[in-house]
């Protein structure tokens, strides 16, 4: 069975402080249960001066959020989906748009 959402792909946030908005999938922690957004779950972090971060001071910097609270957006009408597997002839397996019934694109990681 494939991933649900995998690194690479756009998700749209079901529910949370950041319900509605887009991002692209940065990282996939799938023993935790939780994905990295681009631009979602953003938190300040106040760091030290370092040898890593010389200046320090407030960074800005994405957080997990669970897997749960995001959909794949459907490749044809542009709204979050959910996701079902497909396998072709071949014996290769591929991720489906409930809705449209597209595929959903493979991405490179």
């Given amino acids: 069975m494939p991933a649900r ?3 690479g792909d756009t998700v749209v946030v079901i529910s949370g402080k950041d319900k509605g908005k887009r991002g692209k999938v940065t ?4 023993d935790e249960g939780r994905v990295v957004v681009a631009g979602i779950n953003v938190v300040k972090r106040h760091m030290r ?3 890593r971060n010389q ?7 994405e957080q997990p959020i669970y897997a749960c609270k995001v959909m794949p957006v459907d490749p044809k009408t542009g709204e979050g989906t ?3 597997a497909r396998t072709l002839e071949n014996g290769t397996t591929v991720r489906v748009a409930v809705k ?3 595929d959903l694109p493979v991405t490179a990681e």
């Avoid at 990282?27 to 799938?30: A, G, M, S, Y």
């Fill in 5 to 7: 959402i995998r690194k």
């Fill in 49 to 51: 001066p370092n040898p």
């Fill in 27 to 30: 990282r996939v922690l799938p």
């Fill in 100 to 102: 449209s019934g597209e």
């Fill in 82 to 84: 959910r996701v079902r």
């Fill in 55 to 61: 200046a320090g001071g407030i960074l800005e910097r």
